[in-house]
């Protein structure tokens, strides 16, 4: 219920460290992208698992904004990744998210990670984010 | 590598217990499907838990035999289940399964778990199996 | 804040299938036992995930009804199993449950299980409940 | 079976960038710390996710390091993250790693993590290592 452009702007002012560009937003679904920075690379030409981390984590709060509004106090609760190939240091990381329930306090979706042009994800993301309380009494008094 | 017919009959003999019906077995994926027993069945008229992980695991293990050939010996190493809806007692389960990543030594695979005819999934796992080493010295001499 | 005979006896009622023993049950913690039958046991005389699976799901539900009193609805959200060894089919398996988190709407636990007399645990589960929306309200009552 | 005095030289070489202290590194165990910066607060005064698993990833390297010897090609392949209470901005966290199953090419170890001086863990982490294929060779002659 929040458009790519409220979003970018609530991210960037909220987490101005935090470089992604969103590129899709949609209800249920958000991808992002991220350009891999020295600070990702790890040794042998590759890019950080907790860079990975981060940006699928990123990918789940930006469509949970986009499905249900901006939800700052949304926070991570569980997630669970799977490393499944090796990302190339030199193309951007890709982040598709579908979120698979969105429940009254849980949200969970999963990330598929790409290295931007390839077809196999590089790493698969589950989350699961708790939403604030005072959302869940807005819902009730809806 | 294996035909559907060719899993289930070695299912049938290695599982005799193991009830279940193979609807598609395809390279990288599997849709099985299971009747709720009234062993499933959990007060208020819903399905346990672990019937929906025992089902999400057996379907890794089909979608593995339909890639790669009949494999006995691949293991599951994780599993990690979000419940996310309450599946219905009268209905089948269906579980649909897709193989992130085929290695050498390990497969990953996610599967998600319907009450037959509905949209939403009542359950999502992602697993992980190791492959018997005997498997990686075959396809090595490949 | 259920006693280990409190529990017993509410488990027999609600799940008399589900067969197990309760050998502690404290603030945060419990440890369970539970014979393993013909059913359990996969080829090669090992016993099977599901069994593994069941039994630690249970030891986390035991552990919340000693903590927070018995409370039938709550249920698995997520459960994440790493798989270790192979147990003995021919001896009784043992779940060590810990309570890592009991929050308003969530407890996180951690269950090492073990073949029972073995210092090695064949299986690692950390688990996550959603206890239902009544006990908040009651808590914030009290 | 390497000393954290090699573990640390071997880390800071390969590592320049990540930042912290081994505490203590046994076998099958290793205890870490590291100072929270500027990067790592979101806003609320709390540290962020990935700073969480970040930490308890190095962890679970240093006690493969300390368990098996320098090891550079370990790779992690499965990492699962409960998030359970806020950490405070202004403490060191710690991460306390002890291994669960050290296998042939596996290796599966659980870290718990602190604000530093709380008694409570602020993250709980089960994390698989996969082992690079010359080390079960090397194995396999000893």
């Given at each position: 219920m929040a458009t790519k452009e409220d979003i970018a702007k609530f991210m960037a002012a909220a987490f101005p460290r935090n470089q992604f560009t969103i590129v899709d937003a949609q209800n249920k679904a958000a991808t992002i992208r991220r350009r891999v920075t020295e600070d990702d690379i790890r040794p042998g030409g590759t890019v950080s698992g907790p860079t990975l981390m981060a940006l699928a984590d990123t990918a789940l709060y930006v469509a949970i904004h986009s499905t249900i509004?901006?939800?700052?106090?949304?926070?991570?609760?569980n997630l669970n990744i799977n490393f499944l190939r090796r990302p190339s240091a030199d193309k951007d990381i890709v982040a598709v998210c579908r979120l698979l329930k969105v429940g009254r306090s849980l949200v969970v979706g999963e990330v598929s990670l790409y290295s931007?042009?390839?077809?196999?994800?590089v790493a698969h993301v589950v989350g699961t984010y708790a939403l604030p309380p005072s959302r869940s009494e807005q819902a009730q008094n809806t």
């Open positions: 509004g901006i939800t700052p106090h949304a926070v991570t609760s931007e042009g390839t077809d196999d994800p």
